[in-house]
């Protein structure tokens, strides 16, 4: 297990080296020319070929980590106070975070810091303060105020002043000033309820999501613990994956013979092809002629013997002809002069050509045999032949001695990676885990007591207002149901006097809590508002973590804390920023502590993994084709002799001049209609018979001797045409021929050597690219999908989640409640004071005059 997680972190932390120079792409080169000297200069040059792309490799998906915190909070309707709140506070307090600021007051040093620094630090710090500075002092003096005033007031309505005397003078709009102090009181206190309610469900709210705390404590934990757990099994997965990388390598070992002989053969038969193609369509040309000439020689047998026999026939025919025409029939005078006619016609029954006269082919056609029997394709065998040889003469090589090479290079690798315990570390990590969280939930009890006793503590303030509100609800109910109109001042009814009591009675208990709970508020404000500003605020737009990565912050000589904390390295470029935003996305721990300026691997992979006695092996391949022959010189003097044959000397003129004429002097068919014709101008009886029978029997004659003799002289204009069109060319081919097959020779005896070691480079480039793509994978799954931080994004949201949303928006939304009825509670005092008068029994009264009132 230790060795893997070794392998992994060797394959991928800071594996950014290139392949050695041994293995890159040669130059390219220039293509060889036709000429065969210029090819002597230009064989060294030759244009580079592409190698075959590197078969991508599947290695799987490394088992993915599911984590269960979503830290996600919907405050519900309390919402809306919550953005009430922070409006007064912006309102308040609408300076953007001092970055500035607080980076030059932490990083200056207090012993030796100037005067006229800390004034311009002080001023800057009171500017930004402004607004809470203002709101404080105004809490100080309503704090310093309400005693006092309070104390004055008691004190003067017991010298009978300030209302404190209990007599009234009765005025025409006493009715409307009671009602107006009535209606105000009234609204006054449902404004102080609003507060108070806002204070309760804030502090309910606090208390609830404290409560709800546990669950994000522990899905954390849990997360923390999964996060620990899986990255064993992840990286086993990684280093597993090895195998599929050495098995295709061996695969390919195991066919190097396709592989990279078959490359080997592809490129020498380009050399080749062009000749073989030449050579393929000469061979091609030359049967054509053959076959020509065979088409020649049997047509001139069968012409000559087929106008032989038809010269037979139609001399017969004609004897037969005549003989007829002799009967005395034909000597009457009309008749006689039918049968001069026919007997005039008689010498056109003969045939036309003579074809025992032309030169024959059998020289040519016999010399043409012996040539074909050097068969041209022989130079594509000895081509394969070639490069079957390498292909064996490779796998004998590669077989025993890089799989030896293979299995050296696993052994180094499992030996390097035993220098990281990753596993004791994570099982480790995960004890302290565990003792932590029960350390947190042992402390859950004396959590719930605390919260407790808030709770307690805040209700407790809440209900010193409620009491004043009580007494000013339940004195309006009083004294409004006990008010008679018909009464006079000193006549009024009891119920009537103990509303007008429990008014006077909120009145002093409002003086008597009412400074001591905006001393609350304001220390409330003075905290929360603070905080709000300072901290939830930055850290909700992650201005704080700006301030927390500043340069030298922590330290004069560290310029990054946390690689200092981590690594003890603290010039790395690791921030808490940084940290956070690719633990945001859920990007693996190699990423997001830029392990890779840790771990320096390149050196390993270039000795180890790229292995460079693996390519000597490869380099020393020397192939040796300067013997060989594409055609033998038996084959050469056939060609040469082919072309002195003299096909293109044959008298092609005396072939055409023959076929070109008629089978015989006049068309048979033609004689036999005309002959038919004449026999019907006789009268009916023997001799219209006899010459109606010649006419048929001249008509067999051309439907069984003229037509067959016409298709092959049909046959014999084909084939001398072809012999004329192509005899002539046959010679150039020739040359042509052993031209290219001298050229292709030369170029594969001096450019097997380049080939060899062209196709050598690309199919070691192909092995290597399957542990590139296996280091390149091991990397990409490290950075994204192994040990995949998420949870330490997630405990600082939770953090986030816990002290601003939880407590410090339900403590600012609870003293921004409270603060508001006591505002409230001031103006709820004069009403009451005032109102009072109006339901107390006088000890004495006035009579009603002007509206003049004197007390």
């Known amino acids: ?152 007031f008691c004190v003067c309505r017991c010298c009978d002043n300030c209302g404190g005397e209990m007599h009234q003078r009765q005025r025409k709009n006493a009715d409307c000033q009671r009602s107006f102090y009535t209606a105000a009181l ?125 010269a037979f026939r139609l001399a017969l025919e004609r004897t037969s ?35 025992s006269g032309l030169p024959d082919v059998s020289p040519q056609l016999a010399s043409l045999d012996i040539v074909m029997k050097a068969d041209l394709s022989d130079i594509i065998q000895k081509v394969l032949f070639y490069s079957l040889s390498i292909k064996f003469w490779y796998i004998i090589l590669s077989c025993s001695t890089v799989k030896a090479m293979l299995d050296k290079i696993g052994g180094e690798i499992v030996g390097f990676s035993k220098m990281f315990p990753v596993e004791p570390s994570l099982v480790n990590f995960t004890i302290f885990l565990n003792l932590e969280q029960k350390k947190m939930e042992a402390n859950y009890p004396k959590i719930d007591e605390m919260d407790f006793n808030r709770w307690i503590g805040g209700v407790a303030l809440l209900c010193t207002v409620v009491l004043v509100l009580a007494f000013n609800f339940l004195g309006l109910l009083c004294g409004t149901c006990g008010y008679d109109k018909q009464a ?72 990054n804390f946390l690689p200092a904390l981590l690594f003890q390295k603290p010039n790395m470029d690791l921030t808490v920023g940084s940290l956070y935003r690719d633990c945001s996305v859920n990007s693996g721990l190699y990423h997001a502590l830029q392990l890779e300026t840790m771990f320096k691997i390149n050196t390993f992979l270039n000795t180890t993994v790229y292995n460079k006695d693996l390519a000597k092996v490869f380099e020393g391949v020397k192939i040796d084709l300067h013997s060989m022959m594409l055609l033998e010189q038996e084959g050469r003097d056939s060609l040469l002799t082919f072309s002195n044959t003299g096909i293109g000397e044959l008298n092609y003129a005396a072939y055409l001049a023959e076929v070109n004429k008629g089978v015989t002097l006049v068309d048979l068919l033609a004689f036999a209609n005309e002959l038919e014709a004449q026999a019907d101008l006789l009268p009916r009886g023997a001799l219209e018979n006899a010459l109606k029978g010649h006419a048929s029997s001249i008509r067999q004659i051309h439907r069984e001797q003229v037509i067959p003799v016409e298709q092959a002289m049909s046959t ?110 001031v103006l709820s005092i004069i009403i009451s004071v005032k109102l009072a008068k109006y339901y107390r029994r006088m000890d004495t009264e006035d009579v009603f005059d002007d509206g003049q009132e004197n007390w």
């Not at 029939?329 to 003579?354: D, F, H, P, Y």
């Open 1 to 152: 297990m230790l060795w893997r997680a070794g392998l992994v972190l060797l394959l991928c932390w800071g594996a950014t080296g290139e392949v050695p120079n041994q293995f890159r792409d040669s130059p390219e080169h220039e293509d060889p020319t036709s000429d065969l000297q210029a090819d002597s200069v230009t064989v060294g040059a030759r244009q580079q070929r592409s190698p075959p792309p590197v078969e991508p490799l599947d290695f799987g998906f490394v088992p993915a980590a599911v984590y269960d915190t979503h830290v996600y909070y919907e405050p519900g309707p309390i919402r809306v106070l919550f953005h009430i709140v922070h409006a007064f506070l912006y309102l308040v307090q609408p300076n953007p975070f001092p970055k500035d600021l607080i980076v030059s007051a932490i990083q200056q040093n207090p012993g030796g810091i100037k005067l006229d620094d800390y004034r311009k630090l002080a001023d800057k710090a009171i500017y930004y303060e402004a607004g809470f500075l203002v709101c404080v002092c105004l809490g100080s003096v309503f704090l310093l105020l309400t005693p006092v005033v309070g104390l004055c």
């Open 321 to 355: 002809l005549s003989n007829t025409l002799s009967d005395p029939a034909c000597s009457n005078g009309a008749v006689s002069r039918t049968c001069n006619n026919i007997r005039s016609t008689l010498k056109q029954l003969e045939t036309n050509g003579n074809f």
């Open 488 to 559: 006079t001042p000193t006549t009024r009814g009891c119920l009537s006097n103990t509303g007008g009591n429990l008014l006077m009675a909120g009145v002093a208990f409002s003086f008597l809590f009412l400074w001591w709970l905006m001393g609350f508020v304001s220390a409330g404000f003075v905290f929360g508002g603070n905080v709000e500003k300072l901290i939830c605020e930055p850290l909700a737009n992650k201005e704080l973590f700006k301030v927390i990565d500043t340069p030298y912050m922590v330290h004069p000589a560290k310029k």
């Open 716 to 825: 014999l204009s084909q084939s001398i045409r072809l012999l004329q069109r192509t005899a002539k060319e046959l010679p150039v081919k020739v040359t042509n021929i052993l031209s290219a097959i001298d050229a292709a020779e030369y170029l594969i005896t001096h450019n097997a050597s380049h080939v060899v070691k062209q196709e050598t480079d690309a199919y070691m480039n192909n092995m290597i690219g399957y542990f590139r793509q296996y280091t390149k994978w091991v990397k990409d799954s490290l950075e994204g999908e192994v040990a995949q931080c998420k949870p330490i994004s997630n405990i600082i949201d939770t953090m986030e989640l816990v002290a601003c949303s939880f407590i410090f928006d339900s403590l600012n939304t609870f003293w921004f409640g409270l603060g508001g009825s006591c505002v409230f509670l």
């Open 186 to 310: 009234i609204v006054t206190s449902i404004l102080i309820t609003f507060g108070v309610l806002i204070a309760h469900a804030a502090n309910q709210n606090m208390t609830s999501q404290i409560k709800a705390t546990r669950r994000f404590i522990s899905t954390n934990m849990r997360d923390m613990k999964t996060l620990a757990n899986n990255t064993p099994a992840q990286i086993d997965y990684l280093t597993a994956q090895y195998t599929t990388a050495k098995n295709k390598v061996l695969s390919d070992l195991d066919n190097i013979g396709p592989l990279l002989g078959g490359r080997i053969q592809t490129q020498l038969e380009k050399e080749v092809v062009p000749t073989l193609d030449m050579a393929l369509r000469t061979v091609g040309a030359m049967r054509e002629t053959k076959e020509a000439l065979e088409s020649v020689s049997s047509s001139l047998e069968v012409l000559q013997e087929g106008t032989s026999r038809l």
